[in-house]
C-alpha cells in the first residue's frame, strides 16, 4: 500500500523558516517523482516544487524560487521542503504527492499525481 505522510507544518513569523517532511512507503521510491503541492483557503491546489528521486532533478513554482529547496534522502524514502524568508501568502496546506517517473507529465498538474498525503498546515503571520 503506498502511504505519503507530511509532517512539519506549524506557525511561524514572516521572515521564518520550516522544514517539512515527506515519508513515502509502498513503492520503489528511485522510481518516482515527489511534488509538494499547496492549497490556500478558497484557491486550488498550486504544485510548488518537484524531486525525481532517481536523478534528482528539481523544479520550483516562480513564487518560491530563491527561498525554498527540496530534497530527497533515498535511504531513508524521504523527501524535504525546506522553506525560508516565509511569507503570509506562503500560508496553506501543503501536501506530498507521488506518481511514477514514466507516467510523469507536466510536473505541476495535480491530475498528474496518483497517490496524495493528507496535507501539513503552514500557517505564517505578519
Known amino acids: 500500500e503506498v502511504q505519503l505522510v507530511e509532517s512539519g507544518g506549524g506557525l511561524v513569523q514572516a521572515g521564518g523558516s520550516l522544514r517539512l517532511s515527506c515519508a513515502a512507503s509502498g513503492f520503489t521510491f528511485e522510481d518516482y517523482v515527489i511534488g509538494w503541492f499547496r492549497q490556500a483557503p478558497g484557491k486550488e491546489r498550486e504544485g510548488v516544487s518537484c524531486i525525481a528521486s532517481g536523478d534528482g532533478s528539481t523544479y520550483y513554482t516562480d513564487s518560491v524560487k530563491g527561498r525554498f529547496t527540496i530534497s530527497a534522502d533515498n535511504a531513508k524514502n524521504t523527501v524535504y521542503l525546506q522553506m525560508n524568508s516565509l511569507k503570509p501568502e506562503d500560508t496553506a496546506v501543503y501536501y506530498c504527492?507521488?506518481?511514477?517517473?514514466?507516467?510523469?507529465?507536466?510536473?505541476?498538474?495535480?491530475?498528474?499525481?496518483?497517490?496524495w498525503g493528507r496535507g501539513t498546515l503552514v500557517t505564517v503571520s505578519s
Open positions: 504527492a507521488a506518481e511514477h517517473i514514466k507516467l510523469m507529465g507536466t510536473w505541476y498538474n495535480v491530475d498528474e499525481y496518483d497517490y
